[in-house]
């Protein structure tokens, strides 16, 4: 019985060198990092005809936001414990929760959150964030303690969880400028200038329900900040092993049976 193509002798003794190396090198190969952070922000609320909602129950036009979120190097992120009050809309409070990402094409993230309002649950919304600070804050490999602020991060090199300048890595991480800045600029109302997540223009907001057109604008950590609490790495799945171990013994067989 003649067998083509890998099961030649040639091909069969550079199959198995590439599985010797691969097996070689798997254990120190992670195939994603997941980050946690504990984070602060602002949402800008604009309803569908753009103009901005002045939140007074939170202290003004713009509402500040405190939580933590999850991020996969290979997916973006993967969940936030983010569940925001945007205000007492219509006599009843608006809640925001459980933001995850959709889709990430190179620094942009495309997330879905839900939105409640009396009696009205889980109302889907979508916001797109441009991640490029966080992305280029990554690429320095975080750490624990590490603090994104706007486009700077700092390491605590001394744990006292005071970032002097002595700590900081970078002053150009390369944060985008949210899009709520535009909007707040005609309302005199401060730009927060850089965030690692910065909402971008091409949030819709809500999809359906009540508020069907109403923006909300998440901008993590911009004039705020983002601090690393946990960094994990995600080994390759122990299939690739089996994989690789299970094809070695099929050209053991392949091998015996050629000949």
């Known amino acids: 019985m003649k067998v083509a193509g890998f099961f030649t002798k040639r091909g069969m003794a550079s199959l ?11 254990p ?3 195939s994603a990092s997941i980050i946690t952070f504990d984070f602060t922000g602002r949402l800008t609320v604009v309803d569908p005809y753009g103009n901005l909602f002045n939140n007074t129950n939170n202290g003004g036009w713009q509402t500040p936001i405190a939580a933590s979120l999850t991020y996969d190097t290979n997916i973006g992120v993967t969940s936030s414990t983010l569940n925001v009050s945007i205000g007492d809309w219509f006599g009843v409070p608006a809640y925001v929760h459980d933001i995850t990402a959709s889709s ?51 390491r605590d090199y001394n744990n006292d969880h005071v970032y002097d300048p002595s700590e900081l890595l970078t002053s150009n991480l390369g944060s985008a400028t949210p899009y709520s800045d535009l909007i707040v600029s005609d309302y005199g109302i ?7 997540l910065a909402a971008t223009s091409a949030s819709q907001g809500f999809t359906a329900g009540p508020f069907t057109g109403v923006v909300a604008y998440f901008d993590i950590g911009s004039g705020n900040s983002m601090y690393v609490t946990s960094v994990s790495a ?4 122990a299939a690739v092993w089996l994989f690789g171990s299970g094809l070695l013994g099929l050209i053991g067989v392949a091998r015996r049976k050629a000949s």
């Open 16 to 26: 198995a060198m590439i599985f010797t190396v691969a097996g070689a090198s798997l």
């Open 28 to 30: 120190s190969v992670a």
């Open 104 to 154: 990430m094409t190179g620094n942009i993230i495309n997330a879905q959150y839900l939105g409640d309002w009396n009696g009205n649950n889980d109302m889907p919304a979508l916001v797109q964030w441009d991640a490029t600070g966080l992305i280029n804050a990554i690429g320095y490999g975080l750490q624990v303690g590490d603090k994104l602020s706007g486009n700077s991060l700092y």
């Open 190 to 196: 401060p730009p927060q200038v850089y965030a690692p």
């Open 234 to 237: 995600v080994p390759v799945p």
